[in-house]
């Protein structure tokens, strides 16, 4: 069973970067392709990246240039370094699987942009 933890949101001004955590337990994080996803009010969630164990990477095409997403292996743990950050940015962000299991969502957390 892997518990994953996300960390990181809050607010800021448009054209501010957020980095935003998530820590994983469970052995077998380094073999699972990972992916952070938002959703924003009223509207479905959705992929915004995600990573292979070995490093390869993959953007929704409204994030690419702007987010990158890495993970650290030894320490259970991926990232999303996101930068000019936009007002439609605004949106709670988890961390799962890539595709999703159920079971591993967690609470998420709130990235807000606003002036």
């Known amino acids: 069973q892997v518990q994953l933890v996300e960390s990181g949101g809050g607010l800021v001004q448009p054209g501010g970067s957020l980095r935003l955590s998530c820590a994983a337990s469970?052995?077998?994080?380094?073999?699972?392709?990972m992916g952070w996803y938002r959703q924003a009010p009223g509207k479905q969630r959705e992929l915004v990246a995600h990573?292979?164990?070995?490093?390869?990477?993959n953007y929704a095409d409204s994030v690419k240039g702007r987010f990158t997403i890495s993970r650290d292996n030894a320490k259970n743990t991926v990232y999303l370094q996101m930068n000019s950050l936009k007002p439609e940015d605004t949106a709670v962000y988890y961390c799962?699987?890539?595709?999703?299991?159920?079971?591993?969502w967690g609470q998420g957390t709130q990235v807000t942009i606003s002036s």
């Open positions: 469970g052995s077998i994080f380094n073999i699972l392709t």
């Open positions: 990573i292979t164990p070995k490093g390869s990477t």
């Open positions: 799962n699987a890539m595709p999703p299991i159920r079971d591993y």
